[in-house]
């Protein structure tokens, strides 16, 4: 349950950003946006909290020790990646190509993580269901990502960057959700040493950063960024990021990588398709695409009951 509501909050979330970035013509700014304001909730929840303090603290106390590595401190550079790319194609995509596609690489990737023990639960062996299971959801993969009657644009970037590609737009979700078993792991981690929101806080921290360095380059050859849109509704993907990144880190420590994975693949495809369906100003997901998330349910459930 709480995997699916984690993947709910992803596909919201990329609809969001996906909205901003193509206001905004950028979708790295429509990142930093969101990384923003979510590590502006963090801290506003940190300085209110002793509790939430004192978890911070026994994970620099770890990190100290020995017992967390720096690198363990680095997933925000994934999430940062992950959030880019939905404010770069998800008005380009919909939201239904780009889930499928990050969940292409976010499946192969978190058989690789929980083998080889990223994860706080230690490794977890690959057996055979658990491989057909990942089969499974990438074959749905392959029928979700089909064109259909889906009509691609070009990347939320100024426009001297020109049209880009269908093969990129989804190449560049499937290279994120790579990260994104990674950053499930590794954030696992930090909440097993300091609580769910100190992972949040080191997450949000580290992406921040990465999107501010990557934004002012970019404004350095662009020359600047069109008014900021008002509605406040699209200023709401960092609070559902602190959300969703706090909910993981906490649940990955249960259920490992590979079935968190899955849970929230089918809360991002349900969410996904609905949501495209919905609104009018993204491509509409064809019949492939439902037949993809009836077929990620069926892999959701065999990994479910085959754990080990």
Same mark, same amino acid.
């Given at each position: 349950?709480?995997?699916?509501? =984690?993947? #709910? !909050? +992803?596909?919201?979330?990329?609809? /969001?950003?996906g909205?901003?970035?193509?206001r905004l013509q950028d979708?790295i700014?429509?990142a930093?946006? $969101? ?5 502006? /909730?963090?801290?506003?929840a940190?300085?209110? $909290?002793?509790?939430?303090r004192?978890g ?7 990190? #100290? ?13 994934? &999430?940062? *990646? ?6 770069l194609?998800?008005a380009? =995509? ?7 596609a990050a969940?292409?690489?976010?499946l192969?990737s978190?058989l690789a993580?929980?083998?080889l023990?990223?994860? @706080? ?10 491989a057909? %299971?990942? +089969? ?5 993969v ?6 259909g009657?889906e ?11 020109g049209?880009? @590609?269908?093969f990129?737009l989804v190449a560049? @979700?499937?290279?994120?959700? =790579? ?5 499930? %792991?590794v954030?696992g ?5 300091? &609580? @769910? *929101?100190?992972a ?8 921040? /950063? #990465?999107?501010v360095?990557?934004?002012s380059?970019?404004?350095a ?7 900021f849109?008002t509605e406040?509704?699209l200023?709401?993907? &960092?609070l =559902?990021?602190?959300? *969703?990144?706090a ?8 259920? !490992?990588v590979?079935?968190l994975?899955?849970t929230s693949v089918?809360?991002?495809? %349900? ?11 993204t ?5 492939l695409s439902?037949? &993809? ?6 892999a +959701?459930?065999? %990994? ?5």
């Open positions: 349950m709480f995997g699916f509501c =984690i993947g #709910a !909050g +992803v596909a919201v979330q990329g609809r /969001i950003n909205a901003l970035g193509a979708g700014a429509a930093t946006v $969101s990384f923003g304001t979510g590590l502006l /909730i963090l801290v506003i940190f300085a209110m $909290s002793a509790r939430l004192a911070f603290g026994a994970a620099r106390a770890a990190l #100290a020790e020995g017992t967390l590595r720096p690198w363990h401190l680095l997933g925000g550079l994934c &999430g940062a *990646f992950f959030v880019a790319g939905q404010g194609t998800i380009a =995509i919909g939201v239904t190509v780009f889930t499928v969940v292409a690489g976010q192969l978190s993580v929980d083998r023990g990223l994860a @706080p639960g230690g490794a977890t062996p690959v057996t055979a269901s658990r057909l %299971a990942a +089969v499974l959801a990438i074959g749905a392959v029928l979700t990502s089909g064109r009657g009509q691609p644009g070009a990347l939320a970037l100024p426009e001297l960057f049209a880009t @590609p269908h990129l560049l @979700p499937a290279l994120a959700g =790579i990260g994104l078993a990674w950053q499930q %792991a954030n981690r930090v909440g097993a040493a300091g &609580g @769910p *929101f100190s949040a806080l080191v997450n949000f921290t580290v992406g921040l /950063i #990465a999107l360095l990557i934004e380059a970019l404004l050859y662009t020359g600047g960024l069109p008014a849109p406040p509704w200023y709401l993907g &960092g =559902i990021g602190v959300a *969703f990144i909910l993981a880190a906490l649940t990955v420590r249960w259920i !490992g590979l079935l994975g899955l089918a809360g991002q495809l %349900a969410t996904a398709l609905t949501l495209d369906l919905l609104t009018p100003d491509p509409a997901p064809s019949a439902v037949l &993809g998330c009836l077929l990620t349910l069926a +959701v459930t065999l %990994a479910a009951r085959h754990r080990t």
